[in-house]
């Protein structure tokens, strides 16, 4: 049995219903079970399938000390730690800004924009001649 979550919304599922299902069991949190056919859920699909079922898992402990000397909630101390292994990843591994991004829980674009906000770039070029061949064929 699979589970996705969020704030809004419950969402259990066989794992065999990915493949051959018409509709699956959406729940409203604190409210009643109700069914909706797959072809509304297609972006949640597509969510489910990329975190639940391609993703990795790593769990970390965080002394709750830290939390309270860092006055971070248990989410932001999450989102803290995926877009440290995303930007690690990129930095360290070449990992793409594409796969960063969803590690991290960003779209493309926010990813990008928050190497920036680090000091990251994301133009690598290996010397001087190279970065001003690039700039002359802009």
Not at 16 to 39: E, G, V, Y
Request: with cysteine.
């Amino acid at each position: 049995m699979g589970r996705y979550e969020n704030k809004n919304l419950q969402l259990q599922f066989n794992y065999q219903d990915l493949t051959m299902p018409n509709c699956w069991n959406l729940q409203r949190k604190s409210i009643f079970p109700i069914q909706i056919k797959i072809d509304v859920l297609d972006s949640i699909i597509t969510k489910i399938i990329m975190e639940v079922l391609i993703m990795c898992q790593i769990a970390i402990s965080i002394p709750d000390e830290v939390l309270f000397d860092t006055k971070m909630s248990r989410e932001e101390a999450n989102h803290f730690a995926r877009c440290a292994v995303a930007v690690g990843y990129y930095t360290q591994s070449g990992v793409s800004i594409g796969y960063c991004a969803q590690i991290a829980g960003m779209t493309e674009e926010e990813f990008i924009k928050y190497l920036g906000k680090n000091h990251i770039s994301i133009f690598k070029y290996d010397n001087k001649e190279e970065f001003l061949e690039e700039l002359n064929n802009a």
